[in-house]
T-cell receptor, first 117, second 114 residues
Framework: AQSVAQPEDQVNVAEGNPLTVKCTYS??????LFWYVQYPNRGLQFLLK??????LVKGSYGFEAEFNKSQTSFHLKKPSALVSDSALYFC???????????????FGSGTRLSIRP | DGGITQSPKYLFRKEGQNVTLSCEQN?????MYWYRQDPGQGLRLIYY???????QKGDIAEGYSVSREKKESFPLTVTSAQKNPTAFYLC?????????????FGDGTRLSIL
């Protein structure tokens, strides 16, 4: 069975410091991995994805994520946090052995990122 | 601009009443989805549709119904059988043929019980 874990409900970081939001996954095959961000009373916005190739993926708003197959992790990172980065972040996984784009995408429970000035 | 429009933004349901949430997309996507979001939980899939006139149950379909008569539209009805409907409902769409493509989300409908 597929699963995604975001072990931290909340992450607090000072503005200008680096940030990491953790994500680990479990799938039967090789995964497609995604990060989304959600601002209050809004839908999810796509940040970045890992399909294949370079383990370091760069995305929107200066975010990046590192795929680590041995640790089954896909942590979201940013070198210098902004107050405007404060939001809810979701990791998601889909087993690439499933052809259909529907279903089988599993979302983590979310991590609230709070950046203090 | 292309995107997904959900309406209304806020909705209140009376006891025993069915309510319908609207979702329209102009992205020319084949696949559409409905998710429920509760505080402290991730998104849970209610229903999804890969093509017009076809849809499948997700993980929590009981008490909900959908239709897909047009490619652009995927309305969700919350029936009186759904005893705990208070939640934030999100509609999403994606290109059907490419499972590595991200889903695009609307801005949600917040449903509450009167």
């Amino acid at each position: 069975a597929q699963s995604v874990a975001q072990p931290e409900d909340q992450v607090n970081v000072a503005e200008g410091n680096p940030l990491t939001v953790k994500c680990t996954y479990s799938v039967s095959g090789n995964p497609y991995l995604f990060w989304y961000v959600q601002y209050p009373n809004r839908g999810l916005q796509f940040l970045l994805k890992y399909i294949t190739g370079d383990n370091l993926v760069k995305g929107s708003y200066g975010f990046e994520a590192e795929f680590n197959k041995s640790q089954t992790s896909f942590h979201l990172k940013k070198p210098s946090a902004l107050v405007s980065d404060s939001a809810l972040y979701f990791c998601a996984v889909r087993d690439r052995s499933e052809y259909s784009s529907a279903s089988k995408i599993i979302f983590g429970s979310g991590t609230r990122l709070s950046i203090r000035p | 601009d292309g995107g997904i429009t959900q309406s209304p933004k806020y909705l209140f349901r009376k006891e025993g009443q069915n309510v319908t949430l609207s979702c329209e997309q102009n992205l020319n996507h084949d696949a559409m989805y409905w998710y429920r979001q509760d505080p402290g939980q991730g998104l849970r899939l209610i229903y999804y549709s890969q093509i017009v006139n076809d849809f499948q149950k997700g993980d929590i379909a009981e008490g909900y119904s959908v239709s897909r008569e047009k490619k652009e539209s995927f309305p969700l009805t919350v029936t009186s059988a759904q005893k705990n409907p208070t939640a934030f409902y999100l509609c999403a769409s994606s290109m059907r043929e490419h499972s590595n493509q991200p889903q695009h989300f609307g801005d949600g409908t917040r449903l509450s019980i009167l």
